[in-house]
């Protein structure tokens, strides 16, 4: 008969919250992956197509978590994260600029296994972290789950 294990009230409690998280990130990146293919639209928040902050807003807010509108807003909310791919979770929201260290002009929500969510001008999509284009240009990460 194996030895049986005994998680203590601390341990059972930490594990239970980081289960419940991993499990909130899941359901935020699936909710927004199901967007694929939306339009894109410059202020859209849902039925109509999406603009970058709206699909990320949208995927949050479906599961009680509010978030600014916009992208600059956006990067500044929950944790700061450093913007290094080893250093990223599911449903991290990925801040990208057009000029390296300047404003945030785009953002995205992390999936998992170097790809990301986004709306772009053709619409909502898959990318992936290690196309050179998005590799220079993520500047920040912030965790909103933590």
């Avoid at 339009?39 to 600014?68: K, M």
């Avoid at 772009?120 to 965790?143: D, E």
Wanted: charged letters at 20%; aromatic letters at 6%.
């Amino acid at each position: 008969m194996a030895p049986e294990t005994t998680i203590h009230g601390d341990e059972a409690s930490r594990e239970h919250i980081e289960s419940t998280r991993a499990a909130l990130a899941t359901s935020v990146v699936e909710l927004a992956l199901a967007s694929i293919g939306s339009p894109y639209r410059w202020g859209g928040t849902g039925e109509n197509g999406f603009d970058c902050s709206g699909l990320i807003q949208f995927a949050y807010a479906e599961h009680g978590v509010g978030l600014p509108r916009v992208s600059r807003e956006q990067i500044r909310a929950g944790t700061p994260i450093e913007p290094r791919p080893s250093h990223l979770r599911p449903a991290d929201i990925l801040g990208f600029s057009r000029d390296h260290g300047g404003d945030i002009s785009h953002v995205g929500l992390y999936v998992g296994d170097d790809e990301f969510i986004h709306s772009s001008t053709t619409g909502v999509q898959v990318s992936r972290l290690s196309n050179p284009y998005w590799q220079v240009r993520l500047v920040a990460v912030r965790r909103v789950l933590d």
